[in-house]
Structure formats: C-alpha cells, structure tokens
C-alpha cells in the first residue's frame, strides 16, 4: 500500500500568439530573435525547481539592449541567474531588496547590465534584466528558481508562466515529478 500520494497539477501559461516571457529590447522586434526558449521543471514530493532559458540574436548591425523577463510564483526563490555571452558566463547575484534596489538603480544610471524583482500582483514576481548585445552576436539567459508546493484541497499546483514576445522555432516545457511514497508494511 502506498501513503501520502497526492495528485499534482500543473498549469502552464503559455499564448504563443502573444508571447510574452520576455525577451525585448526597447525597439523593433525585428532588432532581435529569440531562437529558443525552454523551461524544465522537476518537482520531487512537492518540491519544485524550474529553469527557464533564453537564447536571444541581436540581428543588427550594432549592439542592441536586450530584456529578459519572466514571471514566477510569488513564494518561490531564485537560487541562480546566468547570462552566457561571447564564452563568457556571468552569474547573477542576489542581494537584499533595499541594497538590489540601489545598485540596480545606480547600474543602468551607469549603463551596465542588471536585474530586478518585483511584485507583480498576489501570485507573482517579475523578474527582469537588460544586456547590451554587440551586433550579430547572442545572449543566453538562465533563470533557475525554486518552490515548496502547497497543498490547497488533497492538490499540488504548479504554476509555469511563458510568454515569449515573439513567435519562438525552438520552444518547450518539460516537467519531470518523481513522488517517493513511503511503503506501509501491513501487520
């Protein structure tokens, strides 16, 4: 016999006629091309950690701003941010909300790249960032966050949000659970 199995429900948010996760520069869309965008999810018991990447083209002839923006659950964390650029990886810092604010304020004062999150209503947080992208060059940008699920009426949920601004060739969500239910020996 097995205990403590619960059904888990996942609801994945994704319009692919007005893709919105976000990558987008404060341009033209044909400026740029998102040509992937994954995110994978692997909930165990009822913990969940989801990975959401970007691979952004600046298609121009000269470097471009890029955004990336995504929507998570308000009671998940994000445990690791990555932009992947010429080779290089640059890992993503998280800071306190007051102490993020300020240098993120003072970063695009100066121009340099940063990110943020903030609230975007009850259930969610927005995450966004911006990268100066040399001309025909990419960007890669992986956003890892986890959650512990809560259990509403004998359910887990788990919310994915993608929504690309841009039609995208290669996309996909792959959510992998694995339940460790504990035997009961019967006496």
């Known amino acids: ?7 888990i429900t996942v609801m994945v948010s994704a319009r692919l006629s007005d893709l919105s996760s976000s990558t987008k520069t404060k341009q ?21 950690t989801t990975v959401i990447t ?36 640059y890992d993503g810092v998280v800071k306190a909300k007051e102490q993020a604010q300020q240098q993120y ?13 903030s609230s975007v209503g009850r259930t969610l947080e927005e995450f966004k ?10 960007v890669t940008f ?7 699920m809560k259990r509403t009426h004998g359910k887990y949920e788990l919310q994915i949000h993608a929504r690309p ?4 060739r290669d996309f996909k969500v792959t959510i992998l659970m694995n339940h460790h239910s504990r035997m009961r020996s019967q006496q």
Do not use: C
């Open 28 to 48: 033209n869309k044909d400026d740029w091309d998102i040509y992937s965008f994954h995110i994978n999810s692997t909930v165990t018991s009822r913990y969940a």
């Open 1 to 7: 016999m097995f205990k403590d199995i619960h059904l």
């Open 105 to 117: 304020t003072e970063a695009v004062s100066r121009g340099e790249s940063a990110g943020l999150v």
């Open 129 to 138: 960032t911006s990268v100066t992208v040399a001309a025909h060059k990419k």
């Open 142 to 148: 992986e956003l890892t966050y986890e959650e512990l």
């Open 54 to 89: 970007s691979r952004v083209a600046n298609r121009m002839n000269e470097s471009k701003e890029i955004e990336f923006h995504v929507q998570i659950p308000k009671n998940a964390f994000i445990s690791k941010f990555r932009m992947f650029i010429d080779g290089q990886v």
């Open 165 to 168: 601004t841009q039609p995208v």
